[in-house]
């Protein structure tokens, strides 16, 4: 059984990280692919979200198996949302199709009721403005007016899928801001956490640096000297 529940103060921490920081501190450890394309917030002020990823799989329509009776299947993205914990991210493997909605309105509006945290899809959903009006927040690439069954059949949740081009296990952590949706492993979490908040205090301070005119060579990144300057101005 994964564990989905993540520690209160690991919330509180990423949820003052930027995914563009922490993309930087993933490629330090050796990971460049941890950013998943085509997820962009449905509006804009979406606040930044950190939660274990809910995985979920589509696969290429087939007509025997992607028609709307499969709706009611006990293998069914309707199954699938009636198994999300509370607060979880439901990540969602579409194959970046985009003429098919995986989700719309009632989907999401449901989602909402259980207190899931957000939607991250590689792909796209109907009813855009019923979807809106659910509050649920949604980071995917768009909208197409036909069901998912239009092109798309549903296989399985709780299992590692692809979500734009970054592969997802369930319960790995997912952080999604106005930049998207970025993957930080299980198995790293701890390490980030720790890693996360001098990385977002240094480049804070570079900022700060830079606003009083000093040149981006041997400040971003910092050289020595700098480093020694923010040493001494933050105490650390």
Do not use: H
């Not at 499969?70 to 991210?89: F, K, L, N, V």
């Not at 590689?122 to 979807?131: E, K, Q």
């Amino acid at each position: 059984m994964v564990n989905m529940e993540l520690d209160a103060q690991a919330i509180l921490t990423l949820s003052g990280i930027s995914t563009a920081t922490l993309t930087t501190l993933l490629l330090k450890k050796g990971l460049r692919n941890v950013w998943m394309r085509g997820t962009r917030p449905i509006r804009s002020g979406q606040p930044r979200l950190v939660a274990r990823a809910f995985t979920l799989r589509f696969v290429p329509a087939r007509e025997d198996l992607a028609t709307p009776a499969s709706w009611a299947s006990p293998i069914s993205t309707r199954a699938a949302i009636e198994d999300m914990p509370e607060g979880c991210i439901a990540v969602v493997d579409s194959m970046g199709v985009q003429d098919a909605g995986i989700f719309g309105d009632i989907l999401c509006a449901r989602m909402a009721k259980k207190k899931v945290a957000g939607l991250v899809t590689d792909g796209v959903v109907r009813d855009m403005a019923g979807v809106l009006g659910t509050g649920l927040p949604v980071w995917c690439s768009g909208a197409a007016a036909p069901p998912s069954v239009a092109g798309l059949t549903f296989v399985d949740w709780q299992q590692p899928i692809g979500c734009g081009g970054v592969a997802v296990f369930p319960g790995d952590v997912v952080v999604v801001d106005d930049d998207g949706a970025v993957l930080i492993p299980a198995a790293l979490l701890d390490e980030i956490l720790v890693l996360a908040p001098a990385q977002e205090e240094l480049e804070n301070w570079i900022m700060t640096q830079v606003q009083l005119g000093q040149a981006l060579p041997g400040l971003y990144p910092p050289n020595a000297e700098n480093l020694a300057r923010y040493k001494a101005d933050t105490g650390k």
